[in-house]
C-alpha cells in the first residue's frame, strides 16, 4: 500500500520539530554574527570536527544514493559499492593533501582558487560552469529523484513532494552554514538509523520468503540466490558494464570521480574550510569511515530488492513500477515496512534530501555572491548585503530545480549514472586544473583555459564519437562495449573520463612550458613539505580504513 498511517506520520512529524527546532536554536544562537559572509557561508571556526564529518555524509548522502544507487543495487549489484568504498580512500588523500594546502592560502571557495592561482578569466568561466553543473544536474537530480522516492511511499502528488522538499531544504539552507552543519547531525542520525533498520527488515524479508529467520539467515540467502550481484569487478560481458568498466573502477576513471567530487568541488570542501587543520582533518577521517557503511544502507537494500522481485513477492502494481524503471526499487521496498518504522526511514530519506539540497543551495549561494556578484556586479557591497543577496539566490535556484527537473529525463537512464556521466563532463578538465595548480608551479593560465574548455570539448567529442566512427576494434581491450539500445560501440563513461583527464595533463604541461619558455610568469601556491604531515591518531585511523578496503575488495572481487 502506497500511503502512510497515523503513525508513520507521527514519527516523520516527530523528526521534523527535531530537526526545525534544533536548527531555529542554532540561528538564534548565532543571529549576531549571519551578517558575516564568513560566518553565513562557510560557519568560520565553529563547526567540530563530528559536525564536518556528518554534515559530508548528509551533504553527499541523498536521493541519488537512497534511490538511484540502489537502483543500481537491484541491476549490478555491489559493484555499485565502489563509488562508497573507493571515497572512502579518497577523502584519505583530500584531507592529507588537499585541505592543507587550501587552509594554508586561505582559499574559501574553489572560484577564488583559481582567480589566486590562475586569473580571473579562468575563475569567472569556471564559477559560471560550477553554477550551470549544480542548478541543471544536481540540484534538479535531487529534487527529483527524492520527490520519486516519497511519491511511491506516501502517495502523495509528485508535484507536492517536490514543493515541499524545496521549501524545507530553503528554510534550513536561509540559516547559514552554521544551521545547516549542526543540523546535519541530526539528519545523518535519522538517516543512517532509518536506513539500517530498512536494510534490516528487507533482508530478514528475503529469509521469511525462504521459510528462514533472522539476518544472518536472510545474507546468506541474499548472496547464493544472488551470487552475481555480489562481485565488485565487473567482467566485459555483464551488461552493466558500461557503467562499471572492470578494473577502470580501481585504476582509471572512479579515481578523477572521486578526487573531483571530494577535493575539487565547492559543495564539499565548504564543510572543512572554515576550520583548522587538525579539526577539518578529524572531520574528513569521521566521514571515511561513515562512508565504509553506506553499500549496507543503500545498495544492499536494492539487492534485496533483486531477490525478492524475483520471486514475486511484490504485487502488480509494484512490480510494474520497478519493471519501467528500476530507480523505484527502494520506494517500492520501504512499503513492506511495518506502520511506524516505515516513518522512521521515511524520515531517512527526506533527511538525506533535505540535507543535501541544503548543501546544494548553499555551495550555489556562496559561488554566484562571491565570485560573481561580488566580483562583476557590486564590488562596493557590504557583508549584510552579499548575505542578503546569498539568500535570494538559495531561494531562485531552488525554483529553478523544482520548474525545470521533470524535463530533463532523469529517469530514463537512472538517475546515479545521469548525474555521474554528466558531472564527468567537466570534471577530467577541472581535476586536471586543479592537481596542477596545487603541485606545479609552471602551470600557466592559459593552460588552465585549455583544461577549462578542453577538457569540455574532448568530452563530448569522446560522447559523440560512436556515431561517426565504429569503435569496435576497442572492444578486446575493454575500451568500448556493445550498447544493447544503440547498437553502437560506445566508450564507457569513466574510460572516456580517463582518456579526457590525460589530454588535459599533456596540453597544460605543453602550454605551460611554452608560456614558462616565453617568460610568463605564474602564481605558484605557497606549499611546505611540513603541511602534509599527519598525526599519529589521523595516521592509524587512515590505515584502518585502507586494511577495511583492502579485505573488502579481496572478499568481493
Known sequence: MNSLSTRDYIVFLIYFVIVASYGLWVYRRKKQATTSTKDYFLAEGSLTWWAIGASLIASNISAEQFVAMSGNGFTMGLAISTYEWMAALTLIIVAVFFIPVYLKNKIFTMPQFLHQRYNSTVAMIMAVFWLLLYVIVNLTSILYLGAIAIHGISGVDFSVCIGLLALFAVIITLGGMKVIGYTDVIQVFFLILGGLVTTYIAVTAVAAHYGKTGITEGLSLLYHQANDHFHMILKKDNPSYGDLP?????????WIVNLNYWGCNQYITQRALGANLKTARGGILFAAFLKLLMPLIVVLPGIAAYVLYKQNVFDALNTASITSNHDNAYPVLLNLLPTGIKGLSFAALTAAVVASLAGKANSIATIFTLDIYKKKI??????????????????????????????????????????????GFVSPGIFAMFILGFFWKKASSNAALFATIGG??????????????????????????????????????????????????IGMIIISLADYAKGKKTNGLEIDAKMFKTSNSFAVGALIVCGILVALYSFFW
Open 246 to 254: 572492470g578494473l577502470t573502477v580501481l585504476i582509471g576513471g572512479m
Open 378 to 423: 557590486n564590488p562596493e557591497a557590504t557583508d549584510k548585503k552579499l548575505v542578503t543577496v546569498g539568500k535570494i539566490t538559495v531561494v531562485v535556484a531552488m525554483i529553478l530545480g523544482v520548474v525545470i527537473s521533470p524535463f530533463l529525463g532523469i529517469d530514463k537512464k537512472g538517475g546515479f549514472q545521469f548525474i555521474q556521466e554528466y558531472t
Open 456 to 505: 569540455f570539448a574532448f568530452s563530448v567529442f569522446f560522447k559523440f564519437l560512436p556515431k561517426i566512427a565504429d569503435l569496435s576494434f576497442l572492444a578486446p581491450t575493454g575500451f568500448s562495449f556493445k550498447n544493447a539500445d544503440s547498437g553502437l560501440y560506445e566508450i564507457p563513461f569513466l574510460d572516456r573520463m580517463g582518456f579526457v583527464f590525460v589530454i588535459c595533463i
